[in-house]
């Protein structure tokens, strides 16, 4: 099986100082994991494609939800993440597949197996991995290399949701 490592949205205006109060992730100890799986997997000559959620940089946008609007640099991949490929791309909804310039990669270089990690767990992660179940692609997430800023309760509904679905944690 080929696979990839799909890095979700890990952008500034979820992992900065600057960000809002309700995106409280642990800045320092995901990024470390998640640079610590890009690594490994681009030592192992795996390919590492990277994510961003866009919003439209729209008047209403900016005052709905003010978080990686389009042309700022809070969508911008964080600054702390090691990127090793020039393979990025932006969605503007949860499920990455959305892109197809992302799905044609995909065909074009045979993989049928994703790792996924990132933000947010009970988000775009599992949205992806839902939309990769959806298309026949085996989706798989990196429990390490996730986090989430939803309570306990939407956490575990949505790990059953995606055991339900097949979707494995590794």
Request: aromatic content about 8%; overall charge positive; proline content about 1%.
């Amino acid at each position: 099986m080929k696979t990839a490592l799909l890095v979700i949205d890990m952008q500034n205006d979820y992992l900065w100082q600057r960000r809002m109060k309700r995106f409280a992730y642990d800045t320092q100890g995901l990024v470390g994991r998640v640079n610590g799986l890009i690594r490994r997997y681009s030592e192992a000559g795996q390919d590492v494609i990277y994510i961003r959620h866009i919003i439209q940089n729209l008047p209403t946008n900016r005052l709905l939800f003010g978080y990686s609007l389009a042309g700022t640099e809070g969508a911008e991949l964080y600054g702390g993440l090691e990127v090793v490929s020039g393979d990025v791309f932006d969605k503007w909804v949860g499920d990455a597949l959305s892109n197809r310039a992302l799905r044609a990669l995909i065909g074009q270089r045979g993989y049928d197996r994703l790792h996924l990690c990132g933000l947010d767990e009970c988000g775009c992660v599992a949205s992806t991995a839902l939309g990769a179940k959806k298309r026949g692609i085996v989706a798989e997430i990196l429990r390490d290399g996730t986090a989430t800023v939803f309570d306990g309760r939407k956490a575990a509904r949505t790990r059953e949701k995606l055991r339900q679905a097949g979707v494995q944690y590794i």
